[in-house]
Nanobody
Framework: QVQLVESGGGGVQPGGSLRLSCAASGNNFKISAMGWYRQAPGKQRELVAAITSGGSTTYADSVKGRFTISRDNAKNTVYLQMNSLKPEDTAVYYC?????????????WGQGTQVTVSS
């Protein structure tokens, strides 16, 4: 089992910044990709950004140039730096980690952290 604990959410005005953190604990052996998803009220959960153990990154088009995902493998922690925040970024943000065990990959989720962008 892998436990993920997120922190760093909160309220911010449009144009502001927040940094989310997600620390993995438990059986962290062979965690491959980690990432962030978000879910706004009435909408489906969507990928925000992902990063492999080697550092390759993927971003949703809506956040490219504004958000940066990074990872500290030694600390088993993934970060999401969010700049130039917009009201449409308001959502619950969920961290995920994929753990490989033989041919099987299991995805773990954090509990979510609320991000609210409002004036």
């Amino acid at each position: 089992q892998v436990q993920l604990v997120e922190s760093g959410g909160g309220g911010v005005q449009p144009g502001g910044s927040l940094r989310l953190s997600c620390a993995a604990s438990g059986n962290n052996f062979k965690i491959s990709a980690m990432g962030w998803y978000r879910q706004a009220p009435g909408k489906q959960r969507e990928l925000v950004a992902a990063i492999t153990s080697g550092g390759s990154t993927t971003y949703a088009d809506s956040v490219k140039g504004r958000f940066t995902i990074s990872r500290d493998n030694a600390k088993n922690t993934v970060y999401l730096q969010m700049n130039s925040l917009k009201p449409e970024d308001t959502a619950v943000y969920y961290c995920n980690a994929d753990r490989m065990s033989g041919p099987t990959t299991t995805r773990y989720w954090g509990q979510g952290t609320q991000v609210t962008v409002s004036s």
